[in-house]
C-alpha cells in the first residue's frame, strides 16, 4: 500500500495534513492520521516524512482536493521548501486546467 497524503490550506499560515490508504473501488478510505498548525507547506512535507520514514519509500500528495503527485517520501524529507514550491507550481497548473474546461469538481480520480 501507498499512502496518500493530503495537505489543506486553512488560511494565509494555516495547514493541516492527513493520511490515508488510496481510493479502493471508488470507496475513499477515512484518514487514519491527521496534524495541523503548520505554518508553511514545507512544515507539513517534513512532519510527514517523518512519519512515513521508513515504512514508506513514496506517497501520493494532494493539495486542495487536487493529485499533485507521486514522490519519493526521502525528498520529501531532504528538500522540503523546493518540493512545496514544486507542488503549488503544479496545483496552479491543474487548477487553471480544471477551471478553463469548467470543471469545479476537484481530481478526485487519482488515489
Do not use: W
Not at 1 to 22: G, H, W
Not at 68 to 85: N, S, T
Amino acid at each position: 500500500m501507498q499512502p496518500v497524503l493530503e495537505i489543506v490550506k486553512r488560511n494565509a499560515k494555516s495547514f493541516t495534513y492527513s493520511v490515508r490508504a488510496p481510493r479502493s473501488g471508488g470507496v475513499l478510505p477515512v484518514s487514519c492520521y491527521v496534524d495541523g498548525g503548520f505554518a508553511t507547506f514545507a512544515e507539513c512535507l517534513s512532519d510527514a516524512a517523518e512519519a512515513f520514514s521508513p515504512y514508506f519509500p513514496r506517497v501520493y500528495v494532494r493539495f486542495q482536493g487536487l493529485c499533485v503527485g507521486e514522490h519519493m517520501v526521502m525528498r520529501l524529507r531532504a528538500q522540503p521548501e523546493a518540493l512545496a514550491d514544486h507542488l503549488m507550481q503544479e496545483y496552479e497548473r491543474k487548477k487553471r486546467v480544471a477551471d478553463s474546461e469548467g470543471d469545479a469538481e476537484p481530481d478526485l480520480r487519482v488515489a
